[in-house]
C-alpha cells in the first residue's frame, strides 16, 4: 500500500464514495481477478484504502464509548513468546456496545422488546430451578428480541454480560450455571467469534466463557423416560405369573 | 468447445451452458431438468443413476444410495451390492450422466466444466468434488460458491444498479449465505457464511424421529426397506404442507398401520432448534460485510428447502422483509453455473461482467497458547488470511520460535474458524530449519500465504536473517491421492456398465413399479406383479413397437391409480 491509492484509481483525494467505487470497477474490467492476479490486488487495495479514507475523514465518528476502544496504528507483529494472537485489537473497531439503532418500521418496539427480553433474562437466572435447564434457554432465544436480525447481536451482548457476573457472583452460595447450558449458549450465539466481547471483560473473563467444551460422556445414559424396557419387562413378569396362576390352577 | 456449469446438488444436480446470451438448462433423457443424486446397481451389475434409481431406493435400498455429497471428502464408503464406493466416486457416476445429457444435446464431446459448490465446502470437500469431475472425464476450470452461482442469475437479469443481496441457500444438507453488491456490472460478493450441517433433510430427519416417539419404535427395529419408505412418506408429507393444512399418511410397519399427521404448528415445534440455527451465519456474514438488515435489498432464497412455510416465516421475523422467488430455487445455482461457464470461456455478451468472490473460511497457522498448561485445549489458530478476504489475496506475517535456542520451527497450516487448532482443518505442516544464534530476533520467519481464485495455497516461508525461502503448494485439486492411484480408481469406475441413456424411461418404469409393489397392499400386490411380468415380457421381446405399447398401457394403468 505504498502507492497513493486516489493514484491508482485514477480520482482527486477525497472523493465521494461514488466516484471511488465507479473509478474502482471501470478499472476492474482492465485488471480482472483471474486475468491479472497481481494488478486485481493493487487495484483492491487501493480501493479498501480510499474508502477507509473516506470512512475516517469527515465526521469523526467514534464517540460514544471511545475510551473502551484504544485506537490502534501499529500493525501488530505476531509473537507467540509472549504475545497470544487474542490481544491483538481490531484496527477498525467500532463502538459495538451499543449498536446504533437503524431499524425503520418502528424503533419503540424494538426498544420494548429488549426490555421485555432483559426481563426474563433476569428472571430466569434469578430461578434456581429454571436456569439449568436447556429447555429454558431455549425458550429465551425464541424471544423476539432475540430473532430480529437488528437486535440480535445487542440481545446476545445482554446475555453474555448477564450470564458473566451471575458466574462471577455465584461461587460461594448458589452454584455457576451447567457446562451444558454455556455451551449451548456459545453455539447459539457464537461468542468466540465476537471480538467487540472480548475486549469488554478482557481475555480471562472472555476465555472462560467461550473456551467451554462439553465433557465426553463416560457412560452412555438411556434416555430418560423412555419406559418401554421397564414396561416389556412388566409385560413379561405379568405372563410368568399368569402362566403360573394357570400352573398351579390346573 | 462448450463449458458446461453443473449443480451437484446432495438432493438433485443439473447442467446448464452459455449459449451466447444466456444460460440454458440441459433436460436429461427423460426431459427434466433435475436429476436426482442417487445411484443404484442393479441386479446385473448395471449402474443406474437418477429417477430410476430414485425409484429404487425403497425396493432396493441395499442397491442404492443417495445424500452421498454429505460425505464428500471424508474415508466414509457406501456398499452397493459389493462393491465400496466413496462418495467422490458416486458424484461421478451423477456427473457421468449430466455429461452424457450434455452430450446428447448438444452433439459435441463436453470435457470441461464449472462445478458448484457450497460456500462453506472445505479444502478436503473441494478436493473431492474436484476428483469425482475427473473420474467422470471433465476437467473442472472453476469451482464455483453455490450461493455466489444463484447470485449471479439473479444479478444479471435484474438491471438494477448499486443492490444489495442476501442470498440464503437452504438445500437438502447445507445452508449458505452470502450478501453481494451489485454495482456497474461488478458482482461482488461481501461475505460468506454457513452451516455445514443443516438442510432439508435434517428437518425430515428431525420428523421420522417424531414418527418414531409417537408410535414408540425404536429405529433398529425398522429394516432397511421400511427406513426408506418412512423417509419417502414423511418428506412427500412435509412437502405436501405447503400446500395443504393437514397432510398425513399411513404406514404398515411391525403388522400395524400407523398414521401420522403434520400441520404447521406440529413441525415448527419439532423443528425448532433448526430454525434457531439458521440465524447464526446470518448474523455472521451481516457483521463480515459490515451491514445491516435494512441495507439489504432483496432477500434471495435458494434451494429446494425454501418452500418450507415455517422456514419463510422465520426469516421473514428475522429480516422484517419479504423474500424473492422470481427464479426456481431448484434450479437457480445450475442456471448461474452456467453464467460462470461463459464468463470463464470468455464470452462476448458477459465481457463487461466481472464477479468478485471471497475465501468463505479463514486460513492460517498454529501458535504457541501459554495458558494451556495442562495441554487440553491445544494450540491457537492464528488466521493469517481471514475468511471473507476478497480472492485473490496475498498476506504476511511475522512469527518467533518459542525458545531462543530453537533449532526448528514446525509451521503448521490450518483452515477454519476456531480459535484453537485442533478444531480445525490441518492442510499440511512445514519443516522449517533456523539459523544458530542466541538472539531470537535472529530466528524470525516471515510467514506469506497465496490464495487465488483456482483454490491453490502457495505459502513462503522466509528466515528473515538467511534470507532461506521455503515454498509450498497446497493445491486444492486432487492431489489427495498420487497419479497411480487416480488410474486405478478411473479404471475401477470404468468398468461399471451404465445402464444405456436411451432406455433411462423403461428402467424407470421397471423401477416405478418395484417401488410401488413394496409400497402398496395386499390387494393391488397382485396386480402390479402381473404388470410387472407383462413389462419384463415386453423388453425381453425386443420388439421396439411391443414395448412402446406396453410402455403406453402401463403408464395410463399407473395414471389411473393415481401415480
Not at chain 2, 546 to 558: A, G, H, M, N, V
Request: aromatic share 6%; charged share 25%.
Amino acid at each position: 500500500m505504498t502507492d497513493n491509492p486516489w493514484d491508482v484509481l485514477g480520482i482527486e483525494p477525497g472523493a465521494d464514495k461514488k466516484t471511488i467505487k465507479r473509478a474502482y470497477t471501470s478499472k476492474l474490467k482492465l485488471c480482472k481477478p483471474d486475468e491479472d492476479p497481481e494488478g486485481f490486488q493493487l487495484l483492491r487495495a487501493a480501493y479498501d484504502e480510499a474508502l477507509a479514507q473516506l470512512e475516517e475523514q469527515p465526521q469523526q465518528r467514534v464517540k460514544l464509548g471511545a475510551e473502551e476502544v484504544p485506537p490502534v496504528q501499529a500493525i501488530e507483529q505476531v509473537t507467540p513468546q509472549n504475545n497470544p494472537p487474542e490481544v491483538l485489537p481490531d484496527i477498525t473497531v467500532q463502538p459495538h456496545s451499543e449498536p446504533v439503532q437503524t431499524h425503520v418500521s418502528a424503533p419503540d418496539e424494538g426498544a420494548q422488546e429488549m426490555q421485555a427480553f432483559e426481563k426474563e433474562l433476569t428472571e430466569l437466572l434469578d430461578n434456581a430451578y429454571r436456569r439449568n435447564q436447556q429447555g429454558a434457554w431455549q425458550l429465551l432465544i425464541e424471544h423476539p428480541a432475540c430473532v430480529d436480525m437488528q437486535n440480535r447481536r445487542t440481545a446476545s451482548h445482554r446475555v453474555f454480560h448477564a450470564v458473566l457476573d451471575f458466574q462471577k457472583s455465584a461461587r460461594a452460595e448458589v452454584t455457576p450455571l451447567d457446562i451444558e447450558i454455556l455451551v449451548f449458549l456459545n453455539q447459539h450465539f457464537d461468542w468466540a467469534e465476537d471480538q467487540a466481547l472480548e475486549q469488554q471483560v478482557g481475555h480471562p473473563d472472555f476465555y472462560n466463557m467461550t473456551h467451554k467444551e462439553m465433557p465426553e460422556p463416560e457412560v452412555r445414559i438411556e434416555p430418560v423416560g423412555d419406559t418401554s424396557n421397564i414396561a416389556n419387562l412388566f409385560i413379561g413378569l405379568t405372563i410368568l405369573c399368569a402362566l403360573g396362576l394357570i400352573m398351579i390352577s390346573l | 468447445m462448450i463449458t458446461v456449469g453443473i449443480d451437484l446438488g446432495t438432493t438433485n444436480s443439473a447442467i446448464s451452458y452459455w449459449d451466447g446470451e444466456q444460460s440454458v438448462l440441459i433436460a436429461n433423457s427423460l426431459g427434466e431438468a433435475l436429476t436426482p443424486s442417487v445411484v443404484g446397481v442393479d441386479n446385473s451389475g448395471e449402474v443406474l443413476v437418477g429417477k430410476a434409481a430414485k425409484e429404487r431406493l425403497i425396493s432396493h435400498p441395499l442397491h442404492t444410495t443417495a445424500l452421498f455429497k454429505r460425505y464428500m471428502g471424508t474415508q466414509r464408503t457406501v456398499t452397493l451390492g459389493k462393491q465400496h464406493y466413496s462418495a467422490a466416486e458416486l458424484s461421478s457416476l451423477v456427473l457421468k450422466s449430466l455429461k452424457a445429457d450434455a452430450e446428447a444435446t448438444l452433439r459435441q464431446p463436453v470435457t470441461q466444466a464449472v462445478i458448484s459448490v457450497p460456500a462453506y465446502f472445505n479444502d478436503y470437500q473441494r478436493k473431492a468434488t474436484k476428483l469425482a469431475a475427473e473420474l467422470a472425464g471433465l476437467e473442472v476450470l472453476r469451482l464455483i460458491n453455490e450461493p455466489t452461482a444463484a447470485a449471479l442469475a439473479y444479478g444479471l437479469q435484474s438491471q438494477e444498479d448499486d443492490t444489495h443481496y442476501l442470498i440464503l441457500d437452504l438445500g437438502g444438507g447445507t445452508f449458505d449465505v452470502t450478501i453481494l453488491e451489485y454495482f456497474d456490472r461488478v458482482m461482488e460478493v461481501k461475505a460468506s457464511a454457513g452451516d455445514n450441517h443443516l438442510g432439508g433433510e435434517d428437518f425430515t430427519g428431525l420428523l421420522i424421529s417424531d414418527f418414531l416417539r409417537q408410535h414408540r419404535l425404536q429405529p433398529q427395529q425398522l429394516n432397511e426397506h421400511q427406513q426408506q419408505n418412512l423417509t419417502r412418506l414423511i418428506d412427500e408429507c412435509k412437502c405436501r404442507l405447503s400446500g395443504e393444512k393437514q397432510p398425513h399418511f399411513e404406514i404398515e410397519l411391525a403388522e400395524q398401520t400407523l398414521r401420522y399427521e403434520l400441520n404447521e404448528e406440529k413441525i415448527r415445534e419439532i423443528c425448532q432448534p433448526l430454525l434457531n440455527r439458521l440465524l447464526t451465519p446470518i448474523e455472521r456474514a451481516f457483521n463480515d460485510a459490515g451491514l445491516s438488515p435494512s441495507d439489504i435489498d432483496h432477500i434471495v432464497m435458494v434451494g429446494g428447502a425454501s418452500r418450507m412455510n415455517i422456514y419463510k416465516q422465520c426469516l421473514i421475523k428475522a429480516l422484517k422483509c419479504f423474500p424473492t422467488t422470481q427464479l426456481d430455487p431448484d434450479l437457480v445455482v445450475a442456471m448461474g453455473a452456467g453464467i460462470q461457464a461463459g464468463l470463464v470461456d470468455k464470452n462476448e455478451a458477459l465481457d463487461d461482467v466481472v464477479l468478485t468472490d471471497v475465501s468463505a473460511f479463514s486460513l492460517g497457522t498454529g501458535t504457541h497458547n501459554e495458558h494451556d498448561s495442562d495441554g487440553k485445549v491445544g494450540n491457537y489458530f492464528t488466521p493469517i488470511i481471514e475468511r471473507n478476504t476478497v480472492l485473490p489475496c496475498s498476506k504476511e506475517q511475522v512469527f518467533y520460535p518459542i525458545h531462543k535456542a530453537q533449532k526448528r520451527l514446525l509451521m503448521t497450516i490450518y483452515q477454519g474458524e476456531s480459535r484453537y487448532v485442533k478444531n480445525n482443518i490441518k492442510l499440511g505442516e512445514i519443516d522449517v530449519p533456523l539459523p544458530k544464534s542466541d538472539n531470537i530476533d535472529d530466528k524470525m520467519v516471515r510467514v506469506r500465504f497465496t490464495y487465488d481464485i483456482s483454490g491453490l495455497l502457495d505459502v513462503d516461508i522466509t528466515v528473515e536473517q538467511t534470507q532461506h525461502t521455503i515454498s509450498q503448494t497446497f493445491e486444492q485439486s486432487s492431489s489427495m491421492l498420487s497419479d497411480k492411484e487416480k488410474a486405478q480408481l478411473k479404471e475401477k469406475m470404468q468398468k461399471l456398465k451404465v445402464h444405456p441413456r436411451d432406455q433411462q424411461h423403461n428402467r424407470l418404469l421397471m423401477a416405478k413399479l418395484e417401488r410401488i409393489y413394496e409400497q402398496s397392499r395386499a390387494q393391488y400386490r397382485e396386480q402390479i406383479a402381473e404388470l410387472i411380468s407383462v413389462w419384463e415380457a415386453a423388453l425381453a421381446s425386443q420388439d421396439s413397437q411391443r414395448i412402446e405399447q406396453t410402455y403406453q398401457d402401463i403408464t395410463q394403468f399407473l395414471k389411473e391409480l393415481g401415480e
